[in-house]
T-cell receptor, first 115, second 115 residues
């Protein structure tokens, strides 16, 4: 059973370009979470999705950021018109259910650098 | 809402010496507690978690942590570290309600083990 797969591992974008980050959850997991890790900081919650539904996007910046988890295929975190402040590590996690003592399994992250 | 404070940002330690990483949390509701480890350029791996029961929790790689409700602490310890324990360690909390899914992370503690 492969773990949570994220790609690409490293992504370099120029200011103003779009960044697309992909996350394939573990087999059997229908709950996906995205977290952002800024330099020298812990991970901060961005969004929680189930198949075809955004459950909680309270941690997402209001502009330029969007996320989806379609019926088929990976979850996508999309950042439009990237700025230098978007440079960070973006981690995806998945779980078979939400809440309680359920463990969330993390991917290796996508490190986005905006130049 | 919950918050987590990791009291040490950097902990240098010699090989085979003991190490303790301190974590305090704040929450208006009861919480589950987690310690994650992040090796260089890797994702987060769960070391151990406290859900209920015995306040002393044993995890992988010889780590253990003790939950102290009165002190609102969850300090991580290892009696004898190896070079391979060099990593960043994150303390995290999550509410215990069935609809609590967000993890709140501390800023991390970087452990550097020297020979």
């Amino acid at each position: 059973n492969a773990g949570v797969m994220q790609n690409p591992r490293h992504l370099v974008r120029r200011r103003g370009q779009e960044a697309r980050l992909r996350c394939s959850p573990m087999k059997g997991h229908s709950h996906v979470y995205w977290y952002r890790q800024l330099p020298e900081e812990g991970l901060k919650f961005m969004v929680y999705l189930q198949k075809e539904n955004i459950i909680d996007e309270s941690g997402m910046p209001k502009e330029r950021f969007s996320a989806e988890f379609p019926k088929e295929g990976p979850s996508i975190l999309r950042i439009q018109q990237v700025v230098r402040g978007d440079s960070a590590a973006y981690f995806c996690a998945s779980s078979p259910s939400a809440g309680g003592g359920t463990e969330a399994f993390f991917g290796q992250g996508t490190r986005l650098t905006v130049v | 809402a919950q918050s987590v404070t990791q009291l040490d940002s950097q902990v240098p330690v010699f090989e085979e010496a003991p190490v303790e990483l301190r974590c305090n949390y704040s929450s208006s509701v009861s919480v589950y507690l987690f310690w994650y480890v992040q090796y260089p350029n890797q994702g987060l791996q769960l070391l151990l978690k406290y859900l209920s029961g015995s306040t002393l929790v044993k995890g992988i790689n010889g780590f253990e942590a003790e939950f102290n409700k009165s002190q609102t602490s969850f300090h991580l310890r290892k009696p004898s570290v190896h070079i391979s324990d060099t990593a960043e360690y994150f303390c995290a909390v999550r509410g215990t309600r069935s609809n609590d899914y967000k993890l709140s992370f501390g800023a991390g503690t970087t452990v550097t083990v020297r020979a």
